[in-house]
Structures are given as structure tokens and as C-alpha cells.
């Protein structure tokens, strides 16, 4: 069997275009907001809202948005059950403000085959 080739993919609107560019750099790395706003050139502000995004509708397709939740870096107490993305401002625990960033990748269902 012949394997089709990726079809070049036009960019309907900017968010997807921005949206396609976050997945592309999550792929294979694992990345905070503050390191995804750098590389695409957009504001912390606008990844989380690209992420919140992503996560809602990457699911259906083949890749998925893998969170490691934000840490508090006094006890450790991990934000699991948080919904949403963005950083917490303080732990309910010990009750510092030294929360750890959470980090985004991609994880990719049909990685494998891939040439
Ligand atoms: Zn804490």
C-alpha cells in the first residue's frame, strides 16, 4: 500500500494557526506557558487560553494534551484536581506563593510509524 502524503495544511484563521504552531512545539518536549509564549510570540496569557482550547478539542483527534500540575516548592502539595490551567497564587496548604509552573506536551496516539 502506497502511504499518502501530509497534505499541506492552509491556515483557516490565526488561532489555528497559532494553535497548530503551540501543538507543534509541545510535540515531543515538555513545556511550561512562560516557555510556549516564547516560542510561538504570543502572551503567557494567550497560551493558557489556547491550552484551555487544545485540551477541549485535541482529545477527539489523535494527540492529547498531557498537563503535569502545578507544585508547591515549600511542601509539595500537588494542584491534581485543579481545572483550570493556569498557575494557582498560593498553596491551601502552607499557604506560600512558590508554586511551581505547570508543564504542557503533547502526546501523540500514532507517534509510532511515523517516517
Ligand atoms: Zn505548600
Redesign the pocket.
Known amino acids: 500500500m502506497i502511504k499518502k502524503p501530509k497534505e499541506p495544511v492552509i491556515p483557516v484563521a490565526r488561532h489555528d494557526t497559532v494553535r497548530r504552531e503551540i501543538i507543534s512545539v509541545l510535540e515531543g518536549r515538555t513545556l511550561s506557558a512562560k516557555e510556549i509564549s516564547f516560542y510561538v510570540g504570543i502572551t503567557e496569557k494567550d497560551v493558557y487560553m489556547h491550552l484551555e482550547h487544545i485540551r477541549r478539542t485535541v482529545s477527539k483527534k489523535d494527540i492529547r494534551l498531557k498537563i503535569t500540575p502545578s507544585e508547591?516548592m515549600?511542601?509539595?502539595?500537588v494542584f491534581k484536581k485543579r481545572e483550570r490551567l493556569k498557575k494557582p497564587g498560593r498553596?491551601?496548604?502552607?499557604?506560600?506563593e512558590?508554586i511551581k509552573d505547570p508543564l504542557f506536551s503533547i502526546k501523540d496516539q500514532k507517534a509510532k510509524g511515523r517516517e
Not at 74 to 77: A, E, N, P, R, T
Not at 91 to 96: A, G, I, S, T, W
Open positions: 508547591c515549600k511542601c509539595g502539595f498553596c491551601p496548604v502552607c499557604h506560600r512558590l
